[in-house]
């Protein structure tokens, strides 16, 4: 099986160029296809592009409103654009780029420069990717470092400084250490997972998992957990579902939703989890009794410098981005909504994967 060089979305509502795109890129490259603006938008959020191959004259919205909004989304505007027309004068060209068009391939073009412009823009995507991961995860070893940090040193300050400190208080210092020392080897650990997840580096170990099984095992080891808090986890659940899945990542991630809404949630409630299958694939969906989450602190909730802790010292603000990485790596989704009524709903999905041998 081929390891293809990217994603490619083509948005044409001409048939016959779709097919020319599919013979050239066919071999080389993960390719979805739409055939008008408003549905290439649709499928471009749920694919992800890397590179967008987007006709310029087409019914509804035109090529370069399809660019103005890709650009405008938070979720695709990173990906490459290239429009892709019979149009060639220079004025056009300038109405792409100024769309946000990467590049502009004049039709009718030629087969071979084609496949090689796309392979640049792919591997330029690909470069540009590392790039901002090594930027944000130095910036977020920088800021969650701080906390643990402030409290290894003063306590080893003091037990390097006074040499007659008593017993009990000797004692709570190096227990001090040892605790923000622990906090800290678990923060690099999850910061090299998040790490691998987002470069491709981590490959999945999939094979045939009973989801039901494997939520069962999740929720018993909460357990203890929930006891204490007074938290009762109530199981919706079918008799089997069997999914490809790497079992390890997709525990951490069930982990992580139902442990987040024991510890975050009201005490003395209930969290529901839920399970059904939808059109292939598997809808997990963890809610909690907890108040409505405001909007704003809603779209920045996968964001790796937030959490849902009121206090640094309370919150993991890697947690929640590792599980959407998790159901990204697996064709899947993460996504989260809050109301005052029904409390917050963190749901995911993953594809059965039936289709991957």
């Known amino acids: 099986m081929y390891e293809p060089l990217g994603k490619v979305l083509a948005i044409d509502d001409n ?18 296809f739409a055939e008008s603006g408003d549905e290439g938008l649709a ?6 592009p890397d590179l967008i191959l987007l ?21 695709l505007r990173r990906c490459k654009v290239l429009m892709v027309s019979a149009k060639a004068m220079v004025s056009e060209r300038l109405q792409g780029y ?27 995507k690909h470069i540009e990717e590392v790039d901002q991961l090594k930027t944000e995860m130095l910036s977020l070893l920088c800021h969650e470092t701080r906390t643990p ?18 017993e009990e208080e000797r004692d709570l210092y190096v227990g001090m250490i040892h605790e923000n020392a622990r906090r800290l080897h678990r923060l690099f650990e999850r910061i090299l997972a998040l790490s ?20 069962e095992e999740c929720v018993l080891k909460i357990g203890p957990a929930a006891a204490e808090r007074g938290v009762e986890i109530r199981t919706e659940l079918p008799t089997r579902v069997e999914a490809r899945i790497d079992p390890h990542l997709v525990s951490l991630l069930v982990e992580t939703l139902v ?38 602190r809603l779209n920045c909730i996968f964001n790796e410098l937030s959490a849902p802790g ?30 005052a009524s029904a409390g917050t709903i963190f749901s995911a999905t993953l594809p059965l994967g039936n289709d991957i041998f």
Do not use: W
């Not at 499928?43 to 992800?48: D, G, I, T």
């Not at 940090?149 to 008593?166: I, S, Y």
């Not at 640094?312 to 899947?332: Q, T, V």
């Open 15 to 32: 048939t016959t160029n779709l097919e020319v795109i599919e013979e050239a890129l066919g071999d080389e490259c993960e390719l979805r």
């Open 43 to 48: 499928v471009a959020r749920e694919f992800r």
């Open 55 to 75: 006709d310029v004259m087409m019914a509804g919205i035109d090529g370069y409103e399809v660019c103005r909004r890709v650009r405008m989304d938070p979720m």
């Open 98 to 124: 100024e769309a946000g068009a990467d590049d502009y391939i004049t039709k009718p073009f030629d087969i071979d420069e084609f496949v090689a412009k796309v392979r640049v823009y792919l591997r330029l």
């Open 149 to 166: 940090l402030n409290g290894l040193l003063p306590p080893a300050e003091m037990l390097l400084t006074k040499a007659d400190l008593p």
């Open 196 to 215: 691998k997840l987002r470069s491709g580096q981590e490959p999945l170990a999939r094979g045939v998992v009973d989801l039901v099984r494997l939520i």
């Open 259 to 296: 442990g987040n809404a024991v510890r975050y949630g009201p005490g003395h409630a209930a969290v529901r989890v839920r399970l059904a299958v939808e059109a292939q694939a598997a809808r997990l969906e963890v809610i909690d009794q907890g108040g409505r989450i405001p909007p704003e």
């Open 310 to 339: 009121a206090t640094s010292s309370e919150r993991d603000g890697l947690s929640l981005p590792i599980a959407r990485e998790i159901a990204r790596c697996h064709g899947g989704t993460l996504t989260a909504a809050s109301n």
